[in-house]
Nanobody, 125 residues
Framework: QVHVVESGGGLVQAGGSLRIACTASGRPGSRAAMGWFRQTPWQEREFVAAITWSGDKTYYGDMVKGRFTISRDGAENTVYLQMNSLNPEDTAVYYC??????????????????WGRGTQVTVSS
């Protein structure tokens, strides 16, 4: 059984930085494309960033381009999201997802097979 676990959320001031991490475990030897989405109580789940299983391509939502960077550990299904120049509009629960089967369209939530429970990121003004 695959488990997806996020870590590293918290409270940060506007203009600050935060790095969150995610690991998908339970399928030894299988590489997954990984993605981050975020959601607030008043908005639908929004695509944030994604990275292919090989790490050769990355994708970003328009709201975070130039501020967020996704990367992955070369040997594991572990990804990181470095978030810089945070603003209060970035406040949300951030969900990590893994796509083992595909080829997936990484900007679409429907492409992912497994999801984490989310980690809260709060940006104060």
């Amino acid at each position: 059984q695959v488990h997806v676990v996020e870590s590293g959320g918290g409270l940060v001031q506007a203009g600050g930085s935060l790095r969150i991490a995610c690991t998908a475990s339970g399928r030894p030897g299988s590489r997954a494309a990984m993605g981050w989405f975020r959601q607030t109580p008043w908005q639908e789940r929004e695509f944030v960033a994604a990275i292919t299983w090989s790490g050769d391509k990355t994708y970003y939502g328009d709201m975070v381009k130039g501020r967020f960077t996704i990367s992955r550990d070369g040997a594991e299904n572990t990804v990181y999201l470095q978030m810089n120049s945070l603003n209060p509009e970035d406040t949300a629960v951030y969900y990590c997802a893994a796509a083992f089967f595909g080829p997936p369209v990484l900007t679409r939530a429907q492409s992912y097979d497994y999801w984490g429970r989310g980690t809260q990121v709060t940006v104060s003004s």
